[in-house]
């Protein structure tokens, strides 16, 4: 049974880090595509980042560049996704998954996705 856990969201202040951890378990992540996708409230999916394979370049959304990146490690079966200077409209529901795109999801969901992190920036 595929299973992915999302870990380490959390309340910060505009212009603070956090970095979110995706481990894995019953799937070979460095064997698939890997993303970030996040919902707001009120909004769609909108995938935030994304590797097709541990030795392509990542992708990244154009209000996220520079600011977020995407890494995996294979010996833990982990993806992790910093997020630094964070700001009010980065606030969402971020989750990981065995999908890649980025941008506006206008298809359905493809492969595993975990269940999220609550990801919230407020003074």
């Known amino acids: 049974q595929v299973q992915l856990v999302e870990s380490g969201g959390g309340l910060v202040q505009p212009g603070g880090s956090l970095r979110l951890s995706c481990a894995a378990s019953?799937?070979?992540?460095?064997?698939?595509?890997i993303g970030w996708s996040r919902q707001a409230p009120g909004k769609g999916l909108e995938g935030v980042s994304c590797?097709?394979?541990?030795?392509?370049?990542?992708d990244y959304l154009d209000s996220v560049k520079g600011r977020f990146t995407i890494s995996r490690d294979n010996a833990k079966n982990t993806v992790y996704l910093q997020m630094n200077s964070l700001k009010p409209e980065d606030t969402a529901v971020y989750y990981c998954a065995t999908d890649c795109y980025v941008g506006v999801l206008l298809r359905s969901k493809q492969g595993s996705w975990g269940q999220g992190t609550q990801v919230t920036a407020s003074s």
């Open positions: 590797m097709l394979t541990p030795d392509s370049s990542a």
């Open positions: 019953g799937i070979t992540l460095d064997n698939h595509m």
